[in-house]
């Protein structure tokens, strides 16, 4: 019974606070920006994903070729401005982004602004 009830009070959170809305928000403030940055960036090879889980993928310019020490290099820039970010992939060379669906959009912005001065530095 004691599941259930959790369940059914995680449900009932989703729906009150309309979680899946924003997901939705988060996707639309986050995808532009991040497209943005892959005209600008030619190290980014693809931005992909939906709502609030969203991903770079960095590769050597011009190629298919994975690159992990960018990836590496545009985390730790993040982490060194107070940004948490995630690198995944087989290869080491994916960004990936989840942030809390109850952030505001103020910290949503300023996060943004972090990874693009990460992504300016390399």
Not at 5 to 25: F, H, N, V
Not at 85 to 95: I, S
Request: glycine share 10%.
């Amino acid at each position: 019974a004691l599941p259930i009830s959790a369940a059914l009070g995680a449900i009932a959170t989703m729906e009150q606070e309309d979680l899946p809305g924003k997901a939705r928000r988060i996707g639309e403030v986050m995808l532009p920006r991040l497209h943005t940055l892959a005209e600008k960036y030619p190290v980014i090879a693809d931005v992909r994903g939906r709502g609030a889980m969203l991903a770079v993928e960095l590769t050597e310019p011009g190629t298919l070729r994975p690159d992990p020490a960018a990836t590496a290099r545009v985390a730790a820039a993040c982490h060194a401005a107070g940004l948490i970010t995630l690198t995944c992939g087989t290869f080491g060379n994916v960004l990936r982004f989840l942030p809390p669906l109850v952030i505001p959009e103020h910290l949503l912005d300023e996060g943004l602004s972090i990874l693009e001065e990460a992504f300016a530095g390399l």
